[in-house]
């Protein structure tokens, strides 16, 4: 018997990059005035600090996902 799994991981994709990649197809397929209201949501930005010994480092402010992680 196989186990039955979704398209997205057939494909070799996560799930997060088969959202990622669904939800800009959305965005680019939409009129104005929608597309520009969408595009404003689709930004980000949040703070991330580095722990060590218990302790909070410095905060940095993140807005691109090629920042994430590192």
């Known amino acids: 018997m196989t186990t039955p799994t979704t398209f997205w991981r057939l494909a070799g994709v996560s799930y997060v990059q088969y959202v990622t990649k669904a939800s800009s197809t959305v965005r680019a397929a939409l009129k104005e005035p929608a ?30 996902l090629a920042a994430v992680g590192k």
């Open 35 to 64: 597309k520009s209201k969408a595009l404003a949501q689709e930004t980000f930005s949040y703070n991330k600090s580095i722990w060590s010994n218990g302790e909070q480092g410095a905060k940095q402010l993140t807005d691109t």
